[in-house]
């Protein structure tokens, strides 16, 4: 696994080095020149290969370097690892790369940027992850005595000829398609809450700051969780943590309803950003419970022997089982969404070209009822059922055998 990791981490650290003196460029100037979408989504497409590489050799290292007994606790590395890499990558750059935050609470004189540019910010992790790669090639040694000694695949073919055959394994693509539908109930909240809040006037930049109180418990909550899920049975905590997930989803409709109720001239009330900050929390304490069940279970299940190629399939339908209906719940919110035309009674809102003509009549566009909360209720309706008829059904899968989920060994 270690021969994976070092180069995909060597050609990653490169790849940001670079991008750091382009990516002005590609986003553009703003000034008559905007972002070159191709060249992004290219971009986007290689960083993604590469990181997705680099995944599978981690969860593939993760199982051999931890004892079966503890192989558990390869989703409390997981977690705590991306929540560090959340809060380095998201909040604090956001914070940093704003003008606005950066003159407010950082600053003795007004600059018209933040600290921290993008190109910089890339430029600064490329030369980390190339000092970290080598100190792992420096190191850290492989034992030799826990490598496994049969390879059970030899080349790309090989591979997805065995990658098909642990989908059409009973066990397994129940699991696939179970976990692909059991996020459902959670896309308006997880997807769209956070857009709205921005939409009613909730500042980005506070939002992101709401996170930094969040770090410590997130790191703490996998240390916690990990007790339960490291265990025979760690649907358990999944299958427990969801209907309390489901319901958090109504209270943030409720929290976005109430946002603009609250709003004042100079912005929000200390009151309004500690009941976002309790609702977060909770929502994060059934989030993690969920997510390091999962990752624990995969961990589990995986044959260890090809630990790289089956534990990140089923992490990636798990992950996919997330990103599908988000996608569905965003596209979603504006044709649920009813607009009327104020100021042109003649006019309507209901496609762009309507809302074009209103705007034109001297109308403008008006939200009469938002689609988020109808999308909010449906999902936690959807929700429940999944947990009623389906969720007994998945937790039984942490009952079958070994068996079950290892794979037909080839001569």
Avoid at 180 to 201: I, P, R
Avoid at 268 to 280: A, E, G, K, N, T
């Amino acid at each position: 696994r270690k021969s994976w990791l070092v180069p995909t981490q060597y050609v990653l650290g490169l790849f940001m080095i670079y991008m750091s003196t382009q990516v002005d460029v590609l986003l553009g100037d703003g000034e008559g020149r905007g972002p070159d979408v191709v060249a992004l989504t290219v971009t986007f497409f290689l960083f993604e290969f590469l990181a997705a590489t680099q995944d599978i050799a981690v969860d593939g290292w993760a199982l051999t370097m931890l004892s079966r007994e503890n192989v558990g606790y390869a989703s409390t590395c997981n977690s705590v690892g991306q929540t560090a890499g959340y809060f380095l990558g998201n909040v604090l750059f956001l914070a940093l790369e704003s003008a606005s935050f950066c003159n407010k609470y950082l600053r003795f004189q007004p600059q018209p940027q933040g600290i921290v540019t993008l190109s910089d910010f890339l430029f600064f992790w490329g030369a980390v992850f190339l000092i970290t790669t080598t100190l792992v090639a420096l190191l850290k040694k492989e034992n030799k005595e826990l490598t496994p000694t049969k390879e059970e695949t030899k080349g790309i073919t090989d591979t997805y000829r065995l990658l098909f055959s642990i989908i059409k394994m009973p066990a397994v693509l129940t699991f696939c398609l179970l976990i692909l539908t059991a996020k459902v109930g959670f896309s308006a909240a997880d997807a769209v809450t956070g857009l709205k809040l921005v939409e009613e006037g909730v500042p980005k930049e506070h939002l992101a700051l709401l996170a930094v109180p969040m770090v410590p418990l997130q790191i703490i909550l996998p240390l916690i969780i990990s007790k339960y899920t490291a265990g025979p049975q760690p649907l358990n905590t999944f299958y427990k943590a969801m209907p309390f997930r489901l319901l958090l989803g109504l209270e943030f409709a409720f929290l976005v309803w109430w946002t603009p109720k609250v709003k004042q001239e100079g912005g929000f009330p200390v009151y309004y950003y500690i009941v976002v900050l309790l609702s977060y929390a909770l929502h994060q304490i059934t989030l993690y419970s969920m997510y390091v069940a999962i990752m624990a279970f995969n961990a589990k299940v995986s044959d260890p022997l090809i630990g790289g190629t089956y534990m990140t399939l089923l992490n990636t339908v798990s992950n996919l089982g997330g990103n599908w209906p988000s996608t569905v719940a965003l596209w979603l919110v504006d044709p649920l969404t009813v607009k009327g035309c104020a100021g042109a009674q003649e006019q309507t809102c209901g496609t762009p070209v309507a809302a074009e003509l209103c705007t034109k009549a001297g109308g403008s566009c008006v939200t009469t009822f938002d689609g988020y909360y109808v999308e909010s209720v449906i999902c936690v309706i959807l929700g429940f059922g999944w947990w009623f008829l389906l969720g007994p059904k998945f937790k039984k899968l942490q009952d079958e055998g070994q068996s079950s989920w290892k794979c037909k060994r080839t001569n």
